[in-house]
């Protein structure tokens, strides 16, 4: 049976993420959400072995093939002296075959970060490591330097590490008004998956869907700040959405949107993709499902979202827009069946 472009598409990033979440029946697992015999789902294995996505660790078991690059930036020797040199030398190689709204996302992602260690950190050296797979990239980027919580702390005299972490993650913070927004780190942690800040014994955590979390970890004498930043491979998500999306909150909204592309790769097909998207949405009273760049979602998905989550909280509006015909139809069949 063949396949679009778009569905085959799906099928193999699906696969790829059961294969990450190392799913002991994956061809089983694939079959069924898509409907499709496991004979397909086996030679788009073979393909993906063959083309080095993933290797087969033994029968029925695989794992994605993922490559390491390591660079130590040194102040001595002028490496952080601009933000360009650390892109071009350490990120930009690794990511010039991506889409170009990917490529946007790191180029700024990237710089805002190497701008806070060269221009607040006090540190000599920094550390960059680039782990990559066929599905996402992941960058850290560790320093010697002062640490940026405890910075903040003493700057504008709160009386604890967790105060300045909120008040940093708020947006427009900063120790230095007269050269920066203090925006960076806030609209970087929303353009990523996943962002972590590790510094002075805290770890400050935000996701794609949202969630930030402050955490403590036993040893809180290392020195200096780690920033931690992954992002899908396929994200649809764009530098300016992110700005647009955040640039009247206050905090007291009671209205939010939720743009799927940002959170899916492809279209969604799933349960358990649903109730992620789910999470901390009866904090609003009006919900937003903007489908606009996807072609279509699955009835587990439809179903969870608008028939059970909808009348487990029947005081909170959702509202789809952007819809296409064919995600239009499995809306409609949920919703009447």
Not at 257 to 284: G, W, Y
Request: aromatic letters at 10%.
């Amino acid at each position: 049976m063949k396949f679009n472009e778009e569905k085959k598409r799906s099928i193999i990033l699906y696969l790829l993420e059961k294969v990450q979440q190392e799913d002991e029946e994956l061809s089983k697992t694939v079959s069924q959400v898509f409907s499709v015999n496991q004979n397909t789902v086996h030679t788009y294995i073979n393909e993906l072995i063959e083309q080095n996505v993933i290797r087969r660790v033994r029968r029925g078991k695989y794992e994605l093939i993922r490559q390491a690059h390591y660079y130590r930036l040194k102040r001595a020797e002028g490496d952080l002296d601009t933000d360009t040199y650390a892109y071009d030398h350490c990120l930009q190689p690794h990511i010039s075959g991506l889409d170009e709204n990917v490529r946007r996302i790191w180029s700024y992602s990237f710089s805002e970060m190497i701008n806070n260690v060269m221009d607040h950190s006090l540190a000599e050296n920094a550390n960059v490591a680039i782990e990559q797979d066929y599905l996402r990239t992941e960058v850290s980027i560790a320093d010697d330097g002062v640490g940026i919580f405890e910075k903040i702390k003493e700057y504008f005299g709160f009386a604890t590490l967790d105060e300045a972490i909120c008040e940093l993650f708020k947006g427009k913070l900063t120790t230095d008004a007269k050269n920066h927004s203090g925006e960076g780190i806030f609209f970087t942690s929303k353009m990523m998956d996943d962002f972590f800040i590790v510094s002075s014994g805290k770890i400050f955590t935000n996701n794609k869907f949202d969630n930030s979390r402050i955490m403590n970890i036993a040893s809180k004498n290392i020195k200096g700040t780690c920033v931690i930043m992954s992002l899908s491979n396929f994200t649809h998500k764009r530098p300016q959405e992110i700005f647009d999306l955040y640039a009247n909150v206050d905090g007291g909204f009671t209205r939010t949107k939720i743009p799927m592309k940002n959170i899916f790769d492809t279209s969604p097909v799933s349960r358990s993709q649903a109730k992620r998207v789910c999470n901390r949405l009866e904090k609003f009273q009006e919900v937003v499902i903007d489908f606009e760049g996807l072609q279509w979602m699955g009835q587990g998905f439809a179903h969870q979202l608008f028939v059970v989550f909808a009348n487990e909280h029947p005081d909170i509006s959702l509202v789809p827009i952007n819809m296409n015909e064919d995600i239009t139809k499995m809306y409609n069949h949920v919703m009447t069946s």
